[in-house]
């Protein structure tokens, strides 16, 4: 068995072909053949952005037909030209709010006369090549602009859905509630709280037909249920009504004042880029969690997709379409749809072109109360919970507020305005705020210093570090983020005068040190880290003593992860015996990181745990789950052996029989209890490079004595089999070939694995009932590497972070 493997993986010929399958194919002039997975995915897209587009026309006041022409625009335009291949571009809610104060103010025609300027704008921010740039506004900016612009459209809506009329404003709108709610439409309300109902409803219907049913988009079922529910009942209520194109308004030449006219082109310019801009990102890491799809359309180019978008706009503004940029629910339904490709998007604008011009007495039929019951449910949508949790997890709620009621009360660029006057504001208060506290315990004294460590500072942490008697033992502990060239003089050289009088030092912090000017790498901005779950301290304490005993100036000054025994530092400290290794990594956990994870661990003991993945990987102490998947407590349940191997199970329901081998208990129990009991939706296996129990099966020999190891190596004979099999397809890396036997038999293990998961009974009831993915994962540990496997292609991807801007 053994024997063969080498001999195998050193074949020229097929060396020669493993080599040819990574050669870059040759460049040529690829017709429009869309994929089966793209014609899919095009219709669920259509099917979702057909509604859409007409309940934000109608949000807007435009005419109707201009959401129709941005939707095919937006896919045919943005789609061929933009550089995020799976994002869909369109008329988006979070424009709602721009386009309508614009036709209130300037009409119909300048409108679209200023999304020509817009698009003209974008083509001019794309060429200077500032798209990540524009991605640097705070976040709590952008999600209290959406959540502002959301609230608007919401309260807006909320007349059309009581048979009413919206006003101009939001608070003139909010005035008018009290008379509206007196004088209800009685069908334009029934007909609104059943689409609303269907589209709360429709996502939630268990068991199998659920998931067979959920795959029809819920907005196209509660438009298409309130209508039919509207035509069958006979209720009288506005409907949609689409006038003969050839009496539809083009752009015209801009009329108003200069003044007002740049404002609005800025205003609409702004939204469509940074809306544009976040979806694609948002895009990136959809298709990245898609295995293989990454190495197949590419990373997006920022700067690209601004270009598209411009061109889109110019196009849609000429047309008499509304403004266009990248629509997140949209995008999302497109990559879980399938999508490969950027044909997708372009085919979904070729079927809203076809529904514009042969589907216009079918569209007539829909209410009108029905569609802006569906853009009322998106406006409530972009206020979203999880970023209000995570603004105020970073201290930025105040910029959030500030942003949405400014949005609301004054308008999109006036809020945005004032975020970020907010935000600058609160940022100089943190620089220059900085908590420095003395306290004495159990004979140590303790400087804390919370904030950015500046010269503003140091005043005050000269006199707090004076306070600490000589040859007493000090520990500091540095809780900010950056630490300017004179606060680390003066805090190292107060280290060296102390410790020459005999004095000990301990420095801590997220990181020790490293500041002599700059920010810190890695370091988020948190000033009560207590607080803080997620702000876990990665570098271990070091201490300074006395002449002759191990000193270190301010610390160490390697990258993030350094707290393991095997680190070779640049300024290395001398080992601890090795029965004190544990000790004072134990003390070190129990100093530096449990105050600050002991929040998230009660919880966790609380409620239980609930993890979403099983990740099986080798024992091999170079591999470190957490570090490799971004992941915490909670968030992986883990099993690990020699190899990564799952046993197949032998003889499923029974004991073995006598002289019967029998599979592992061990890890067999561990699948079932984590698909069974803790329902994880995912199980990833886990390979890696250098392993020594693929090795070990490589140099195996018949015979010799049957050690534990050798019993164990036993489950992986059929990877080396797979291996050696003519008929079956090598496992292999994109861009690259295996550098010897060892690495292909490594990826060959995974693909191996995968299968005995799925004789277990457990995964195979959960994948048939669609309730559980499987995953291959390779990594590389000499170069950092993930790579994930698309198992149809047997081709493990690279996974990395967003290429740069082109």
Known sequence: MSACAPARATDPTRTERMHQSHSPPPTRHRRFRPEGADVSASVAVFLIALPLSLGIALATGAPLQAGLVAAAVGGLVAGRLGGAPLQVSGPAAGLTVVTADLIHRYGWRTTCAITVLAGLAQLGLGCLRVARTALAVSPAIVHGMLAGIGVTIAVAQLHIVLGGTPQSSVLANLRALPAQLAHLHPASVAVSLLTLALLLLWPRIPGRAGRLLRRIPAALVAVTGATAAASLAGLGVPKVDLPSWSSHALAGLPEGPALGLAAAVLSTTLVCSVQSLLGAVAVDKMAAARPGLTARVGRCDLNRELLGQGAANIVSGALGGLPVAGVAVRSSANVHAGAV??????LHGVLVVIAALLMVPVLELIPLASLAALVMAVGIQMVSLHHIRTVTRHREVLVYAVTTLGVVILGVLEGVGLGIAVAVAVAMHRLAHTRITHAEQEGAHHIRVRGQLTFLAVPRLSRALHLVPQGAHAVVRLDGSFMDHAAYESLQDWQHTHTAQGGTVELTGRRVGVSTGGPVP????????????????????????????PTAAVGCRCRPWTPWLNHQCERPQPAPPGGHRLARGIAGFQRNTAPLVRGELARLAREGQRPSQLFLTCADSR??????????????????????????????????????????????????????????????????????????????????????????????????ERMADENRPWARLAGRAPADAVEQLCLTNVVQQLEHLRAHDSVARALRDGELELHGMYFHVGEAQAYLLAEQEQVFGHVGVADPVR
């Open 341 to 346: 490709s950027r044909n997708s998007t372009m």
């Open 522 to 549: 890695n370091a988020e901005d948190h000033q009560d880290a207590e607080d803080r779950p997620d702000a876990v301290a990665v570098t271990p304490a070091v201490s300074a003593t006395a002449p002759g005993g």
């Open 623 to 720: 591999l470190v789950t957490s570090m490799i998947t971004s992941s915490g407590p909670g968030d992986l349940f883990v099993v690990r052996n020699v190899g990564n191997l799952v046993p197949p199970p032998a003889h499923a329901g029974r004991w073995p029989r006598p002289g019967e081998e029998g599979g592992d208990d061990s890890v067999a129990a561990a699948i079932e209890y984590a698909v069974d009991v803790l329902k994880v939706r995912s199980i990833t296996v886990c390979g890696h490079s250098g392993c020594g129990a693929m090795q070990a099966l490589l140099n195996s020999e018949p015979g010799g004595a049957v050690t534990p190891l050798k019993r164990w190596l036993r489950h992986g004979l059929p990877s080396l």
